[in-house]
């Protein structure tokens, strides 16, 4: 069913080149699903699993810069998915992405039900909820999208890992505090660690870290030098409008 477009609003994002409708109210599409997209190093011909996708804007974005990925997105909230399926459609894409309404701690069986097989996905982007122990939002789109347990990252994580091939990749974005939550998370499945810190701006502490890291591989963790969202101004820096209007990509999609 469509969503009540009094309800809704129509935005452009990508610099125009993608049209997201998403909820007036509660949770709202913001930097942290672009930066994802212009980390993922996925190539064309992969099938890349946005998982807690919302209404689509990272696994879009993503799918409308690399001709030939095909795109799952993974959403819990049924009208946040029918709403990521509505703008798959809108944006010309719905021969290559597709929404399900599925629980990312759902059994393998209820994912292959869903057409993902364990060991079938070349790439899985996810931007978890990360407030553990916070009190959570009166508001129900919020306190799905940013309230977790303390299993919360690796239970996502363990879904990623299962849902992956052989050096697969899982690119995550999450809070810069939380960096050693996420690497000892990692360490059961994943190597070849890659980190790239993400600063408010010049000579501020990281607030988000982007990492990307390999099924199965046994490279060694790297850290890349930080990216800044705007100069000491406070102005936008011109390195992350280019890559939040989708004309520049992040290191960690290149290497």
């Known amino acids: 069913m469509a969503a009540e477009p009094a309800r809704t609003s129509e935005d452009a994002v990508l610099g125009g080149r993608l049209l997201l409708r998403q909820p007036r109210q509660g949770h709202r599409v913001g930097h942290d699903a672009f930066l994802l997209a212009a980390a993922c190093s996925a190539r064309p011909g992969d099938h890349v699993v ?12 993503v799918a409308r810069r690399i001709e030939d990925v095909t795109v799952t997105l993974v959403e819990i909230d049924s009208g946040l998915a ?19 309404c599925l629980d990312v701690t759902a059994s393998a069986a209820a994912f292959a039900a869903a057409g993902l097989a364990a060991g079938s996905v070349d790439h899985v982007l ?13 508001d129900h ?12 990252l690796a239970q996502w ?43 408010p701006k010049p000579d501020t502490p990281a607030i988000r870290v982007l990492i990307r890291a390999a099924k199965a591989s046994r490279a060694p963790l790297s850290l890349w030098p930080g990216f800044f969202l705007n100069d000491a101004a406070g102005r936008p820096t011109a390195e992350a ?9 992040l290191p960690l999609a290149e290497n």
């Open 50 to 61: 946005d998982l807690g996708a919302g209404v689509g804007a990272a696994g879009l974005a």
């Open 82 to 100: 029918a709403l990521a399926r509505e703008n798959a459609a809108r944006n010309a894409l719905a021969k290559r992405a597709r929404a399900v």
């Open 126 to 138: 996810m931007n978890p909820p990360f407030n553990v122990g916070q009190r959570p939002s009166p």
């Open 141 to 152: 789109g919020r306190r799905l999208a940013h309230s977790a347990a303390h299993d919360t």
């Open 157 to 199: 994580l363990g879904a990623a890992a299962r849902l992956l091939r052989p050096a697969g990749a899982v690119t995550l974005i999450w809070r810069a505090d939380g960096l050693a939550d996420v690497l000892a998370s990692l360490s059961a499945d994943f190597g070849g660690i890659a980190v790239l810190p993400v600063h």
């Open 241 to 249: 409008e280019a890559v939040l209007r989708g004309t520049s990509l």
